[in-house]
């Protein structure tokens, strides 16, 4: 008889945003990795240079942040995968089907897989990873809205697990690629949240060995390795011995441990040093930007100004996006005009919504009552100055993003807005969203296909996680958009969904409710000895499970 086991968790439990971890939340992206100069070598240590905010726990359902899947996708792996062009295709999963009324899916899994810890990788495990991220004591964010429609997890055998939701769900596949729902060990999840943060036992290439707090992690080789996605056919692998996974949040002593040859791949590649890169021979980039949403600027329409359309179309046609883009990003991005990655085939761009008019911003502040200024040329309305809080994540914004949001600054002033710019910790940075204390926010959020769009607009959204975060922060709260996303996450027709989407994308860019920017950077810079390194066609994450070191 199979055994059942509730994944559904009782009761709600919201923590504090100081806490939260979420930095993100995609469709396939990925990178084309450099072709390999010979045979892959066996052996060595790579290091690796992070200018992420150090995650504060390694298991990536715990919050579910960007810089714990970089790192996690190194020891974590999921159910499914996809390939270069987006299709889903095997993991730890072998096949699956869905039934009829797309209500229940049944997995059928490798039997050949064990845990680093010894633990065998079957039904039940998949049971428990889910429960896992379900659990309100787990504060997760982005695996916690991904899986929010399984209701029951049913171990049919060993190897078959049938998950049954509580309504159809067509980005159930796409979720579960996910590293932010990756699997393991049910062992070492039954350990506190303290030692399985400090240390998450997966399938993975590579584990993690130790971790010195503000330095680096060290993730030694899988000797027992059996698993890689369908989309691998490399054999022996892992190749190399250990990874030093650093972190270095200066982008310039980042580059220059790069150049010097003391780390050989680094992340958060800035514009200017990308550039430079192009011209030495020693330096390989890999772009991958990242798919499900672009970088965008939420209007936060939940209270005053922007709940007036009026004010928020002023302050989208005051400022000019596009020469900030040009002139601090040497080419390395392209400004976006929709709210999805330009990776994302579903992808909606409406460039003619977001053509600079001054005037016609003027027309419309003065239509919404924003008609007097004062002495330092803000427009005042019942003696209150046009005043906008723009809290951004130094943590989450580089530089050349920072200098951007001055620029808009500077153009929304001439305007006639007073915007606010302030900078903040990860930390105090939640805490600002938690009390809804802002008007303009800038917030990646990767989540694999269009379904994104439900997870940050979808009225549902701006009620908060257990972690505390809510990802709805434009709190676009219309019933239009709200009927669009939740047929388009009910029906697996491909025609029907690319129309509701379209819709739903439309409503929300007419509305201006975002400010869309560019795609969600991912630019990586290595070592040319670096071979065989690629993206994730997932979340565009890099995996050295393939990667060697030549001499």
């Not at 027992?224 to 691998?232: F, H, L, Q």
């Not at 980042?254 to 192009?278: C, F, H, K, M, W």
């Not at 809804?436 to 996680?465: C, E, F, M, Q, W």
Request: proline share 7%.
């Amino acid at each position: 008889m199979p055994s059942r086991r509730s994944s559904r968790p009782r009761a709600a439990v919201v923590v504090t945003a100081a806490v939260a971890l979420l930095l993100a939340a995609c469709s396939p992206g990925g990178g084309t990795p450099s072709e390999p100069t010979g045979e892959p070598v066996a052996g060595g240590t790579l290091t690796y240079a992070s200018g992420d905010a150090e995650p504060s726990c390694l298991d990536p359902h715990v919050g579910g942040n960007y810089p714990q899947a970089l790192i996690a996708t190194q020891y974590l792996e999921s159910l499914v995968s996809l390939d270069d062009d987006g299709e889903v295709i095997p993991w730890l999963a072998t096949e699956w089907t869905e039934s009829d009324d797309g209500l229940t899916w049944e997995f059928s899994l490798r039997d050949d897989v064990t845990f680093t810890d010894g633990t065998p990788f079957d039904a039940e495990a998949v049971a428990a990873n889910i429960a896992h991220v379900q659990d309100p004591a787990t504060a997760s964010s982005t695996g916690y809205l991904a899986l929010a429609k399984i209701e029951d997890v049913v171990a049919v055998d060993d190897h078959t697990v049938r998950l049954e939701l509580s309504a159809p769900d067509s980005a159930l596949l796409e979720s579960l690629s996910q590293v932010w729902v990756a699997m393991e060990s049910p062992k070492a999840l039954e350990r506190s949240q303290e030692d399985n943060c400090a240390a998450p036992v997966g399938t993975g290439p590579f584990v993690v060995d130790d971790w010195e707090r503000q330095e680096s992690v060290t993730l030694v080789r899988n000797d027992d390795y059996t698993s890689p996605p369908a989309d691998v056919e490399g054999t022996g692998l892992p190749y190399l011995d250990t990874i030093v996974w650093r972190f270095i949040p200066d982008s310039a002593s980042r580059y220059a441990a790069l150049q010097s040859g003391e780390v050989q791949v680094i992340d958060n590649a800035q514009p200017d040093t990308i550039q430079s890169a192009e011209s030495d021979d020693a330096i390989e980039e890999l772009n991958a930007p990242r798919p499900g949403a672009a970088n965008r600027i939420e209007l936060n329409s939940g209270k005053a100004p922007f709940d007036d359309e009026h004010v928020r179309e002023a302050f989208v046609r005051s400022v000019n996006v596009d020469d900030g883009i040009q002139s601090l990003f040497f080419g390395t991005a392209e400004r976006s005009y929709s709210p999805l990655s330009s990776v994302e085939p579903l992808s909606l761009s409406e460039p003619d919504l977001f053509t600079v008019d001054t005037d016609a911003a003027a027309g419309l502040l003065d239509e919404a009552g924003w008609s007097e200024r004062d002495d330092e040329g803000y427009r005042v309305k019942d003696g209150k100055r046009l005043t906008l809080d723009f809290p951004v994540s130094t943590n989450q914004s580089i530089p050349a993003e920072q200098s951007l949001f001055e620029q808009i600054q500077a153009d929304a002033k001439t305007a006639g807005f007073e915007v606010k710019l302030h900078p903040l910790d990860l930390s105090s940075w939640y805490g600002a969203l938690a009390e809804n204390d802002y008007n303009l926010v800038s917030a990646p959020y990767t989540k694999v296909g269009p379904d994104v769009l439900r997870i940050l607009y979808h009225s549902d959204s701006i009620t908060p996680a257990p972690s505390g975060y809510f990802a709805n922060l434009a709190q676009v709260a219309d019933p239009a958009v709200d009927d669009l996303l939740t047929r388009a996450s009910a029906t697996s027709n491909t025609d029907d969904r690319e129309s509701l989407y379209e819709q739903a994308q439309r409503i929300i860019l007419e509305g201006y409710y975002i400010l869309p920017l560019y795609d969600q950077q991912n630019h990586f810079l290595h070592s040319s000895t670096v071979q065989g390194l690629r993206a994730m066609p997932t979340v565009s994450t890099p995996t050295f499970a393939e990667a060697w070191l030549a001499s």
